[in-house]
């Protein structure tokens, strides 16, 4: 545990980092791949592009010295963290590199202000935490390898099918190439894709699983993504598995992790509520084909929303499970319609509380919800102002949490 003098150290230099938290996290990703690019490829270059793991790392910070004595309230973004380490294959070895870079940057970017004693301070408060996420990662790590078909590190697997769901949307059939069994996962689970960049190195990114467990094979959906500037890394892995991967090929897996998932062994007399907009279908549909095989009985509220049908993950699907399942309630909500919604499970705009409101009048759910940042905003903002208890909000987010929660005060 560390000492209260240490506590108070960081803690008062909370505000400091704060202020200059962008600043600091940019240096120290710049001085971090200078002086040691061999853990470059562990990192996303899209989100480097785009800043948001500089936003990400910041706010984390931030939130660490703010928490440092009370770490109690860090147990959600610790495992988070952890479970994303763990999809990335981070390893004990990489804590002393992360931590020299970042005390590093503390001192050069701050200046007279990083004292030998703030350094100090905080070179205790890193490996403090470092140790809290190794332990966790370990246990996730021998939970991987320990269970029937596991692995750890990448496994070599098969396309077996490639199937386009929407204009912008295609699932891959992945099928382990040593023929041996597959693990369940939690339904609301990623796995971790590895790829090889032009210049021989390569990169990863994390995509979730789109149908139940105990198939198999694994199905992931990729929306195409394409880059907003030209000579930047977004949409490159998108655009390649949707233009270059073909039936047949092979792909490097990481084992399945995620703190988004669907508990299907604990039953609740609460409906559950699904909300999905965009490619943030893909774990809401994992945890929606879970659901109905494990709890029959249980009230399902899915919607859906997209800009049109065109660009409309699974809807065949979807229709064809409601006509199968009575306990499930489906609404589609286009905020660009190709033409006049015309059924009583249709509309026209985007995802509002009169929406939420006419699909759960009481209000009382299990909510679950993925999609781009505005759609995220929305819901979290909607459901804090009903005052629905934490225990009862699961949610993935493309983006540090912070983000949402500064998204959801606006």
Same mark, same amino acid.
């Given at each position: ?26 240096? %120290? ?44 309230? +860090? ?53 403090? *935490? ?22 750890? =590190?990448? &496994?070599? %697997?098969?396309?077996? &099918? ?28 990623? +796995?971790? #894709?590895? #790829? ?25 959906? #990729? ?10 890394? $977004? ?15 092979? *792909? ?27 490619? =943030? ?6 945890? +929606?084909?879970?659901? *109905? ?8 509220? %899915? ?14 699907? *979807? ?29 026209? =705009?985007? #995802? ?13 759910? $299990? ?13 979290? &903002?909607?459901? @804090? ?18 983000? @949402? ?6």
């Amino acid at each position: 545990m560390l000492d209260e003098h240490t506590m108070h150290i960081v803690k008062s230099t909370a505000p400091i980092l704060q202020a200059h938290g962008e600043t600091l996290t940019r240096h %120290f990703y710049q001085r971090m791949f200078k002086h040691n690019p061999e853990v470059a490829p562990l990192f996303n270059s899209s989100n480097q592009s785009a800043g948001t793991q500089q936003r990400a790392l910041a706010g984390a910070i931030a939130a660490y010295a703010a928490n440092i004595d009370n770490l109690g309230e +860090l147990s959600e973004a610790v495992e988070l963290i952890a479970q994303k380490h763990v999809s990335l294959q981070i390893k004990p070895e990489h804590y002393p590199i992360v931590g020299e870079n970042l005390l590093c940057s503390i001192k050069e970017v701050l200046g007279d202000g990083a004292t030998d004693e703030v350094i100090s301070a905080w070179g205790e408060a890193y490996n403090f *935490l470092a140790n809290i996420l190794m332990g966790r990662e370990k246990q996730i790590y021998e939970t991987n390898t320990q269970q029937p078909g596991g692995w750890e =590190g990448f &496994r070599t %697997f098969r396309v077996e &099918r490639k199937v386009a769901e929407s204009n912008n949307i295609t699932s891959f059939y992945l099928v382990p190439e040593d023929g041996l069994p597959l693990p369940t996962f939690k339904p609301g689970q990623y +796995l971790t #894709v590895r #790829v090889s960049l032009p210049d021989g190195s390569t990169t990863m990114r994390n995509y979730s699983l789109s149908d139940k467990p105990g198939k198999p094979y694994f199905r992931i959906s #990729v929306k195409r993504e394409y880059a907003v500037e030209a000579n930047t890394p $977004d949409g490159y892995v998108s655009s390649l598995l949707h233009q270059s991967v073909q039936v047949g090929q092979h *792909l490097e897996i990481a084992a399945p992790c995620g703190e988004f998932y669907l508990d299907t062994t604990k039953q609740h007399h609460r409906p559950l509520a699904l909300l999905g907009a965009g490619v =943030g279908i893909t774990p809401i549909m994992s945890i +929606l084909l879970s659901a *109905l095989e494990a709890m029959p009985d249980r009230e399902i509220i %899915f919607i859906h929303a997209s800009l049109n049908e065109s660009v409309q993950a699974f809807k065949p699907t *979807l229709d064809d499970l409601a006509k199968k399942h009575p306990n499930l309630k489906l609404h589609y909500r286009y905020s660009e319609p190709d033409v006049i919604p015309n059924s009583v499970n249709t509309s026209a =705009g985007f #995802v509002t509380s009169d929406l939420l409101e006419s699909m759960l009048p009481s209000r009382e759910a $299990d909510y679950y919800f993925c999609g781009p940042k505005p759609f995220m905003a929305t819901i979290y &903002r909607n459901l @804090l102002k009903w005052d629905i208890p934490a225990a009862q909000l699961n949610f993935e987010f493309f983006g540090p949490r912070e983000e @949402l929660e500064v998204l959801a005060q606006n």
